[in-house]
């Protein structure tokens, strides 16, 4: 059994103070515990609660450290309403909840249908007005696209059949034909001047393929001695050795000279 108080002899901090020492308590280890600040605590033990911000803090703060240091804590703050003039009263929530003056509710009207008639009767007008407008620059509108459509109409079923352009034409805007064989499998990509991709992929052992571009193709071999090339139909000589990154661009034949 712990140490025996003088209840009745002893004021609430020496009450304190004797429990946290037999409890083998720091005023540091019962601040840590019950988050009170040491300094109040110290007060609490010297009877001084100014530090504790009033009546209500003050029990409260008595109620947690008797806790900590093994005292009844209701017992304790019983024993302190005691020793200072008995228990609060409690405040009655009319009190609290007084109002200081009257709060004025406005009268609730009835919906003024004056107005509300008004309104529906403007949009009305309104609504007319838009669609006599809208109807006007309708017919403008239709009246405008007739007049403009001057060119000629092609009967529905008649097939529109765009006629090849000369090779002269052809050889003047540039055209380069690119035309690939894979000897074994290897990766390729060719792309036009303006970075558009023509192809990109593996090709196999044996296959072949055509591109062709206006003015340069551009072509990414991954393995150079594994393709062999014609350009605008002619043959292309030794690209790189075996496994060797290559990458060329060949550009459009020049036209023959007059």
């Given at each position: 059994?712990?140490?025996?108080?003088?209840?009745?002899?002893?004021?609430?901090?020496?009450?304190?103070?004797?429990?946290?020492?037999?409890?083998?308590?720091?005023?540091?280890?019962?601040?840590?515990?019950?988050?009170?600040?040491?300094?109040?605590?110290?007060?609490?033990?010297?009877?001084?609660?100014?530090?504790?911000?009033?009546?209500?803090?003050?029990?409260?703060?008595?109620?947690?450290?008797?806790?900590?240091?093994?005292?009844?804590?209701?017992?304790?703050?019983?024993?302190?309403?005691?020793?200072?003039?008995?228990?609060?009263?409690?405040?009655?929530?009319?009190?609290?909840?007084?109002?200081?003056?009257?709060?004025?509710?406005?009268e609730r009207?009835?919906?003024?249908?004056?107005?509300?008639?008004?309104?529906?009767?403007?949009?009305?007008?309104?609504?007319?007005?838009?669609?006599?407008?809208?109807?006007?620059?309708?017919?403008?509108?239709?009246?405008?696209?007739?007049?403009?459509?001057?060119?000629?109409?092609?009967?529905?079923?008649?097939?529109?059949?765009?006629?090849?352009?000369?090779?002269?034409?052809?050889?003047?805007?540039?055209?380069?034909?690119?035309?690939?064989?894979?000897?074994?499998?290897?990766?390729?990509?060719?792309?036009?001047?303006?970075?558009?991709?023509?192809?990109?992929?593996?090709?196999?052992?044996?296959?072949t393929s055509?591109?062709?571009?206006?003015?340069?193709?551009?072509?990414?071999?991954?393995?150079?001695?594994?393709?062999?090339?014609?350009?605008?139909?002619?043959?292309?000589?030794?690209?790189?050795?075996?496994?060797?990154?290559?990458?060329?661009?060949?550009?459009?034949?020049?036209?023959?000279?007059?």
């Amino acid at each position: 059994m712990g140490e025996a108080f003088a209840v009745q002899e002893q004021s609430i901090g020496a009450m304190l103070a004797a429990a946290r020492r037999s409890a083998g308590l720091t005023v540091e280890q019962v601040s840590a515990a019950t988050r009170i600040r040491e300094a109040i605590i110290h007060g609490l033990e010297q009877d001084d609660d100014s530090q504790c911000g009033g009546d209500f803090y003050t029990r409260g703060h008595i109620k947690a450290v008797a806790k900590a240091v093994g005292l009844d804590p209701e017992a304790t703050v019983h024993l302190y309403d005691q020793q200072h003039g008995g228990a609060p009263r409690p405040v009655a929530a009319s009190a609290v909840f007084q109002a200081d003056r009257k709060i004025h509710v406005p009268e609730r009207r009835g919906p003024n249908w004056s107005m509300a008639l008004g309104v529906a009767l403007a949009i009305v007008i309104v609504f007319g007005l838009m669609r006599v407008l809208g109807g006007a620059s309708d017919q403008v509108r239709t009246a405008d696209v007739q007049a403009a459509s001057a060119r000629p109409s092609v009967p529905p079923n008649m097939p529109v059949v765009e006629r090849p352009k000369p090779a002269s034409e052809r050889a003047r805007k540039g055209i380069v034909t690119i035309t690939i064989k894979a000897k074994r499998t290897s990766y390729v990509q060719a792309h036009d001047a303006k970075g558009r991709k023509l192809f990109a992929g593996t090709m196999k052992e044996g296959e072949t393929s055509t591109w062709q571009a206006e003015d340069q193709v551009n072509l990414l071999l991954a393995d150079a001695s594994a393709v062999s090339l014609q350009v605008n139909g002619k043959k292309v000589g030794r690209l790189g050795g075996k496994g060797e990154i290559v990458r060329r661009s060949f550009g459009a034949a020049k036209p023959p000279s007059r």
